[in-house]
């Protein structure tokens, strides 16, 4: 069975940064995207960051709130997605949550990690 396991989160004052780690334990074939997502509370859940897959080139898409302040990295090697989150800001301050998106042939599978928490001191 494959679980998503983030890790990274933590409290930091604004201004500061954090790097996020997301690990599939298990075997994943053919990722197809790559997500960080994050919620605050009383939020919905938005998208923060993605890499899609087209072709063999991973293209990175990021929510306006966070251009140029946050950056979508993967290991090709491990299956592991990394988010580095500089200048932060209280605004940033939620619960990150990753995703990844499998398809082979007809089947899709889609994965969520547990979340983890950051916080942005003002």
């Known amino acids: 069975q494959v679980r998503l396991v983030e890790s990274g989160g933590g409290l930091v004052q604004a201004g500061g940064s954090l790097r996020l780690s997301c690990a599939a334990s298990?075997?994943?074939?053919?990722?197809?995207?790559m997500a960080w997502y994050r919620q605050a509370p009383g939020n919905q859940r938005e998208v923060v960051a993605r890499?899609?897959?087209?072709?063999?080139?991973?293209?990175?898409d990021y929510a306006d709130s966070v251009k140029g302040r946050f950056t979508i990295s993967r290991d090709n090697d491990r299956n592991v997605a990394y988010l580095q989150m500089n200048s932060l800001k209280p605004e940033d301050t939620a619960v990150y949550y990753c995703?990844?998106?499998?398809?082979?042939?007809?089947?899709?599978?889609?994965?969520w990690g547990q979340g983890t928490q950051v916080t942005v001191s003002s």
């Open positions: 298990g075997s994943i074939f053919a990722i197809n995207k």
């Open positions: 890499l899609t897959r087209r072709g063999s080139i991973y293209y990175a």
């Open positions: 995703n990844f998106d499998s398809v082979l042939g007809d089947s899709e599978w889609d994965y």
